[in-house]
């Protein structure tokens, strides 16, 4: 594989999957030095869901920070104006935190029952893993998931920022994620988890993808508010609530929020937050990835997918 933009140094040794902490745990790769095992096993054991419950499911790099900007402004518009929204100076990830990086990875059986509801979760687990109590309950899980192609390309400008490898080659990225050897990977096992319950359990679990929000943003949205319980009432949609809140939430504005230039998460390896707003673009792999490399990971995901109904792209 050729990567088109960068000029990789075929010298620079691989970083192997331990070196990034990817460790294989439940037939799921956990990057451990974000998530250790320990948090997970502690929130698989300890977390009790309530009915009133939203949770935002996602792989890395598939619109994570974005999909938790829209469902806390959604959630809490009758709280705050968009002028004086938490979000203008803390990170998405702040307000919606997720069970294995932070919850369970800072205490091991902390204690979530003073949180308001609806309690707002965040988590990059896949659904087999998920708790007991999430999967009884009938609480809401929106998964998002986006072109793997554009994940790859993500995800590797990500980790190179994160562990500070500037020289790291997008072919290494590029076949670890072939293999499924990525972070919360294999992609395709991921993906198609939340895809089945989403089809087994509609009203509990919904399945959005990162370039349908890009395209239609509007009924996204509105999808989404609906799904969540938190319907844009009429007079709401006339006044232009729902276009406020997009724009609001658009990758253009959120990067350029001090604290999504500038800021850094408290006890996270993040270095920045400014990692997390890159291009912010659907099809930039086209940028990175040869056709012979596209059409490979194609071949995979045909292979993988070939029993699914679940198709990208
Ligand atoms: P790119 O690296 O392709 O730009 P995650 O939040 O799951 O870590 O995903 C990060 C990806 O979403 C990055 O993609 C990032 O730029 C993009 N992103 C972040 N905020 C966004 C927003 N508000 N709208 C659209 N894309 C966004």
Redesign the pocket.
């Known amino acids: 594989m050729e990567s088109k933009k960068s000029s990789l140094a075929s010298s620079t040794p691989n970083i192997s999957p331990s070196a990034q902490g990817l460790t294989q745990f439940q037939g799921f790769w956990i990057p451990t030095l974000i998530a250790p095992i320990s948090s997970i096993i502690s929130f698989q054991k300890y977390f009790q869901a309530l009915d009133e419950d939203i949770i935002v499911a996602?792989k890395?790099?598939?619109?994570?920070?974005?999909l938790k900007?829209l469902v806390f402004t959604i959630v809490n518009r009758h709280s705050y104006k968009l002028s004086n929204t938490p979000l203008n100076s803390a990170n998405p990830h702040q307000l919606i935190s997720h069970f294995e990086i932070k919850f369970y990875k800072e205490n091991l059986n902390p204690d979530l029952s003073k949180i308001p509801s609806p309690r707002l979760f965040s988590t990059h687990l896949p659904y087999p893993m998920l708790a007991d109590s999430i999967k009884r309950s009938n609480c809401r899980i929106v998964y998002i998931t986006r072109n793997p192609f554009?994940i790859v390309?993500?995800s590797w400008?990500?980790i190179k920022g994160v562990h500070n490898l500037p020289d790291w080659p997008l072919e290494d990225c590029f076949e670890m994620f072939c293999r499924g050897e990525e972070s919360y990977g294999p992609f395709w096992e991921h993906a198609l988890g939340y895809w089945n319950m989403s089809m087994e359990k509609p009203s509990n679990i919904l399945f959005m993808r990162?370039e349908e929000l890009?395209e239609d943003p509007v009924a996204q949205t509105k999808r989404l508010a609906e799904f969540l319980g938190f319907p844009f009432s009429i007079e709401e949609e006339k006044t232009g609530v729902v276009n406020q809140i997009i724009d609001f939430?658009?990758?253009n504005h959120?990067?350029e929020l001090e604290v999504n230039k500038t800021g850094k998460m408290p006890r996270s390896i993040i270095p920045s937050n400014k990692l997390?707003?890159?291009?912010?673009?659907v099809g930039?792999y086209i940028n990175y990835l040869s056709p012979t490399a596209v059409e490979l990971l194609s071949n995979v995901l045909k292979e993988k997918l070939s029993e699914s109904s679940l198709t990208f792209n």
């Open positions: 996602s890395p790099k598939a619109g994570t920070t974005w900007a554009d390309v993500s400008h990500f990162y890009k939430c658009s990758f959120l990067k997390f707003f890159r291009s912010g673009k930039d």
